[in-house]
Every structure is written in structure tokens, then in C-alpha cells.
């Protein structure tokens, strides 16, 4: 167990939609990076929280946006969806925002866009 | 564009043989080189990691080789198990800059071990 806990595990959604992904740091972890696997593409970054600021983006679509609270969880908005979507989506989580933390990935949530 | 590629796709192996697989990275930035290891259903865990001031970084059954003049590292597990059948990255994450934390991944190998 990684300590970094995403909910839901599954999401099943129409085109079109909106949804909203959640994470929860290891306790004690400032930085919240997003990832996405799909099978085409692999693990791709998308975007880095560090201690409620955005600190690094990937090629997030502006479709997608994220945010990190004060007490340090954090959600992905994905709107507008579309098929190609579907996909894992990961959370991690590191102690500080530097490149030599350790990222501890949570299980991730599958999204199925019918 | 790909900036780290892995090889191989797939790796069969024997029970007690050595799984070997390799990386390439074209960002001379990276400065940190981690493998993660992923069974069905979970997320990516940290297995092992490498800076590039080290050639060699062994824990347990599993070793990083690292050739920083080619851009080449490499994950060998010895002994090869059943249980180390999942599918394994290999990343590169850039020191400092704007992409502060960000890693970059291998498209995955997936290994499976044969009893």
C-alpha cells in the first residue's frame, strides 16, 4: 500500500460529460503529480501541485484542469469528454516538490467514456 | 516525442534466470532514473533508482546499470521469480527547471516468468 488513496476506482461516463478525480497525498506529502496510461500513449505527466500551487504542466488538455486544496488532496476536472479519454488515471505523491523525492503512485481510477 | 525508449515490449523468462531490460533517454538534463514495477489493478511502485554519478546500484535481487556516455540504463533481475511477473517502466526526471518533479516514461516492458 502506497499510502496515496484515489477515488473512484472506476467511473463510467457518457461524451460529453464532466468528472471529477480525486487523490489523497501520503500523509505528509506537499507534492500531487497527475499522470495518464493509456495504451497508445504509455504514462504520460500532466500536472504538478506543490503545496497548493501549480508547479509543473504536461500536455494537459484545456479540457482538464486540476487543483490542490489546503489540506493537500487534490482533483483532476476532466470536461468535454471525449472516447479517447478513456484511460487510467494516476495519482502520486512526493514529500517536496524537488526532483530527487521519490513518487508514490495510488492505484489510479479507470475512466470508460461510452 | 519519445524521450526515453525501452526495450524490449515483452521479456519471457525462466524461473531462477535474468531478466534484462534496457532504456535510452536523449535529454542529457535527466539527472534521475528510477524503475517502477506495476501489477494488474495498481498503481506503478518504485523498485529501484539511479543518478548518473553511479554506474551501478544493486538492491536485493535487482540491479540498475547505467552508461551515462551512451544515454543507456538498464533493470536486471536476478534470479527471476513467478511473483516478478508485472510490467516494468523505466523514467527520467529532469533536475531543476520548470518540469521540476515531472517523469518521463518508457512505453513499459511486460515480463512474465515461467515456472
Known amino acids: 500500500d502506497s499510502g496515496v488513496t484515489q477515488t473512484p476506482k472506476h467511473l463510467i461516463t457518457a461524451t460529453g460529460q464532466r468528472v471529477t478525480l480525486r487523490c489523497s497525498p501520503r500523509?505528509?506529502?506537499?507534492?500531487v503529480y497527475w499522470y495518464q496510461q493509456s495504451l497508445d500513449q504509455g504514462l504520460q505527466f500532466l500536472i504538478q501541485?506543490?503545496?497548493?500551487?501549480?508547479?509543473a504542466k504536461g500536455n494537459i488538455l484545456e479540457r482538464f484542469s486540476a487543483q490542490q486544496f489546503p489540506d493537500l488532496h487534490s482533483e483532476l476536472n476532466l470536461s468535454s469528454l471525449e472516447l479517447g479519454d478513456s484511460a487510467l488515471y494516476f495519482c502520486?505523491?512526493?514529500?517536496?516538490?524537488?526532483?530527487?523525492?521519490?513518487?508514490?503512485f495510488g492505484d489510479g481510477t479507470r475512466l470508460s467514456i461510452l | 516525442q519519445q524521450q526515453v525508449k525501452q526495450s524490449p515490449q515483452s521479456l519471457i523468462v525462466q524461473k531462477g534466470g535474468i531478466s534484462i531490460i534496457n532504456c535510452a533517454y536523449e535529454?542529457?538534463?535527466?539527472?534521475?532514473f528510477p524503475w517502477y514495477q506495476q501489477f494488474p489493478g495498481k498503481g506503478p511502485a518504485l523498485l529501484i533508482a539511479?543518478?548518473?554519478?553511479?554506474s551501478e546500484k544493486k538492491e536485493g535481487r535487482f540491479t540498475i546499470s547505467f552508461n551515462k556516455s551512451a544515454k543507456q540504463f538498464s533493470l536486471h533481475i536476478m534470479d527471476s521469480q513467478p511473483g516478478d511477473s508485472a510490467t516494468y517502466f523505466c523514467?527520467?526526471?529532469?533536475?531543476?527547471?520548470?518540469?521540476?518533479?515531472?517523469?518521463?516514461f518508457g512505453q513499459g516492458t511486460i515480463l512474465t516468468v515461467h515456472p
Open positions: 502520486a505523491s512526493s514529500a517536496g516538490g524537488q526532483f530527487n523525492q521519490p513518487q508514490h
Open positions: 500523509s505528509g506529502d506537499l507534492s
Open positions: 501541485y506543490y503545496n497548493g500551487e501549480e508547479r
Open positions: 535529454n542529457t538534463a535527466f539527472d534521475y
Open positions: 539511479i543518478r548518473p554519478d553511479v
Open positions: 523514467a527520467a526526471r529532469r533536475a531543476g527547471g520548470t518540469s521540476y518533479g515531472k517523469l518521463t
